[in-house]
């Protein structure tokens, strides 16, 4: 195996500023409590991100500070009492925006990425 090789098994990082987009897309699918969220957030991406509590907390905080999520109290399906994380209409729009950012600068370093000598 080489140095440079990627390991498929690995969790893949993520980049700045994607964080924010990937909670509000899980909270987006249904109000869900902060592990639900990681849970989440590993389950639509195939098992390729795995966030860690020490990102998620501060990013779920600045989130609902900023109005993009809402909170409140309910019963996490272990009957422990929860804090429960919705989108709000200032997050949708924040979640599409941001999707629509993301589809531009994915396709274009596809684009990028794909190109060939023969291509230039």
Do not use: C, F
């Not at 779920?60 to 009957?79: F, V």
């Not at 729009?93 to 000598?117: F, H, K, P, Q, V």
């Amino acid at each position: 195996m080489t140095r440079s090789r990627i390991d498929a098994d690995k969790p893949a990082s993520l980049l700045p500023g994607t964080l924010d987009m990937l909670i509000l897309k899980a909270v987006s699918l249904a109000p869900l409590h902060g592990y639900g969220v990681l849970l989440r957030i590993r389950q639509i991406s195939g098992n390729a991100l795995d966030i860690p509590q020490g990102s998620l907390y501060p990013a779920l905080h600045r989130l609902d500070h900023q109005g993009l999520i809402a909170t409140e109290w309910g019963q996490s399906e272990n009957n422990r009492r929860a804090k429960y994380y919705t989108l709000t209409a200032a997050g949708r729009r924040r979640l599409r925006d941001e999707a629509a950012g993301w589809t531009r600068l994915a396709t274009a370093i596809d684009a990028a990425m794909r190109a060939t000598s023969e291509e230039v």
